[in-house]
């Protein structure tokens, strides 16, 4: 390359490039100077301030070095005095700059080869700005493309005006492709990068089903019917979740389609992938039901607070429920965003009368009475001391062979019993050192304060530090599965509410907020909800 090289020839590189990488012919120039700029610092100097400019209607290259007017120079390549500076232009002042024309220059092998990298870089960050800036706002869309090459699993697609990439755990399990082939995917993330593909795509992606069905159920694209939620278990099985918001629409038999046609379109392009279309409902229970096809429920059991639902079974029904290696459940589970219990009702009935018999004998040893009594009561619901202990004595009375007389003496001697189970908690509370000021949070017992005694809460500081989460548990859920978490208060009656009010009871204690605080904490609540509301 030589500054005296064919100007009109430098343009049409310029245009060349600039179609085939499809960017500014102005970058292409501005990456042309820049290289013209690196090669004459290494002829004059890398401390040299050298500008190269390009005539973007002639070619002409003309190349010039910057030199500060100072009072005094010392760098002669770099420094100008103020003297010679106002020979060139009278107004010079300190601190200006003076541009000095350099002559054309020949540039040498090493010169000529930095150069080119220059502007191979430079037009390569131009084409990577482009393509994000393009496919930046097409997260959520599905594209076509041609497979470029296959590098480690991974698939490189030619979108035209971009290069996307389908990494291998993006791919459908058993999905074989090859250079030349037409692909479709999903977009889930465009973000810059210093090197590689910036356009990542998936055919796993749950809402790439949702796209799919988008395109191929015009009721979906109208917002007629809404898909509420996905779950796939790509290339093998899948149960997508649909609603209608018109009644005279079926919205399971519109993404069917007539003998299957619209499903079918997407059971192909996702390798034969089953798809179960299931309704949705804003009931739990109901939605879990659909959730759990084909396989036949018999009852559901629901646990709200630990997001965990029982799901009881015919005996036939369980490996259906269940599926494969579990699919069929898992898939359910993630469906509805419930953790999901299977058992057959044999299972059931052997539960139910364990739990019976353990509380026949809590009530035989805690009221002293025969087994039959510990029988009538466990079956009339009776699950705890407490509740004899504290109910209208009218729920005890109207038992069957029960008088008033009998219900008053269960009723004491549940009395007496949590008393003395209150005492001999209190003696264990203060053996292990947990301070009198507990004894004043509303709702707590002699029995709570020794299971935070055994955690090595003993003061209304220790206690005031407690999160909601520490005393009633909390869940946690990945990967379609919940796990639940104890707390030091789980094994008792209390909500999550009852312990978020006991924290804030021991926090005013200890002096950590006041009243006040309270007050200014709940007007922001107000606020929040007023501006969600308007939202």
């Known amino acids: 390359m030589a500054v005296s090289a064919n100007r009109l020839e430098l343009l049409q590189i310029a245009d060349a490039v600039a179609r085939e990488k499809v960017i500014d012919r102005e970058i292409v120039l501005a990456a042309m100077a820049d290289a013209i700029q690196k090669a004459a610092r290494s002829r004059y100097g890398t401390e040299s301030n050298i500008r190269a400019d390009i005539n973007p209607k002639t070619g002409e290259i003309r190349l010039q070095r910057l030199l500060e007017v100072v009072d005094k120079a010392e760098d002669y390549s770099t420094q100008i005095p103020l003297e010679l500076a106002r020979d060139r232009n009278p107004d010079a ?34 084409e990577r700005d482009r393509q994000f800036d393009e496919f ?30 389908i990494r ?30 910036q356009i990542f795509l998936s055919r796993t992606h749950p809402q790439f089903m ?26 093998s099985r899948a149960k997508i979740a649909v609603i209608s918001n018109d009644s005279s629409i079926d919205p399971v038999g519109a993404c069917v389609g007539m003998r299957g046609s619209r499903v079918q379109a997407v059971v192909g392009e996702l390798q034969g992938e089953k798809i179960d ?8 229970a109901t939605f879990v039901v659909n959730a759990l096809q084909p396989a036949e429920v018999a009852k559901v059991v629901l646990d ?33 965003g419930w953790d999901i219990d299977i058992m057959t009702e044999a299972e059931e009935s052997e539960r139910r009368q364990k739990e019976f018999n353990e509380r026949t004998n809590l009530f035989m040893d805690s009221l002293d009475v025969d087994e039959m009594v510990g029988q009538v009561l466990a079956s009339e619901g009776f699950a705890a001391v407490e509740e004899l202990a504290y109910v209208d004595l009218d729920e005890i009375s109207s038992i069957d062979g029960f008088d008033e007389e009998t219900a008053q003496e269960i009723q004491q001697r549940a009395r007496e019993f949590l008393e003395r189970l209150e005492a001999e908690m209190d003696e264990k509370r203060k053996a292990l050192g947990v301070q009198d000021e507990l004894r004043e949070i509303d709702g707590i017992t002699a029995q709570m304060m020794v299971a935070l005694g055994e955690d090595g809460i003993k003061s209304i500081e220790d206690f005031a530090g407690c999160a909601a989460d520490d005393l009633v548990g ?10 639940k978490f104890e707390g030091l208060f789980s094994k ?25 605080d309270l007050a200014k904490g709940t007007e922001e609540e107000v606020i929040e909800a007023e501006a969600e509301q308007e939202v």
Not at 158 to 165: A, K, N, P, Q
Not at 173 to 193: H, I, K, L, T
Not at 474 to 483: P, V
């Open 210 to 235: 949702v796209k799919l069905f988008t395109m191929e159920v015009p009721e979906i694209y109208d917002g007629i019917i809404q898909v509420k939620s996905v779950a796939r278990d790509p290339g």
């Open 168 to 197: 291998r755990d993006e791919m459908i399990p058993r999905e074989n492709v090859r250079y030349g082939d037409r692909v479709r995917a999903y977009v889930y993330d465009v973000r810059r990068e210093q090197r590689g593909p």
């Open 93 to 126: 002042a300190l601190g200006d700059f003076i541009a000095d024309p350099l002559p054309p220059m020949d540039f040498g092998r090493i010169a000529a080869q930095s150069a080119k990298q220059v502007i191979v870089q430079k037009v390569r960050e131009a």
């Open 277 to 284: 279309i299931i309704p949705w409902s804003q009931d739990p």
């Open 474 to 483: 909390w869940t946690e859920r990945k990967n379609g599965e919940t796990k």
């Open 304 to 336: 709200e607070d630990a997001e965990r639902i029982e799901v009881v079974v015919p005996d036939e029904q369980l490996s259906l429920a269940i599926g494969r290696r579990g699919q069929n459940v898992r898939l359910a589970s993630q469906l509805t």
């Open 136 to 165: 930046k706002d097409r997260v959520g869309e599905i594209v076509n493309g041609t497979v470029k090459r296959v590098e480690y699993g991974n698939v490189i697609v030619d979108l035209g005006r971009g290069e996307g990439i």
């Open 492 to 516: 008792f009656d209390v909500s999550r509410v009852e312990a978020e009010q006991m924290i804030v009871q021991a926090r005013l204690s200890a002096g950590w907020i006041t009243q006040e």
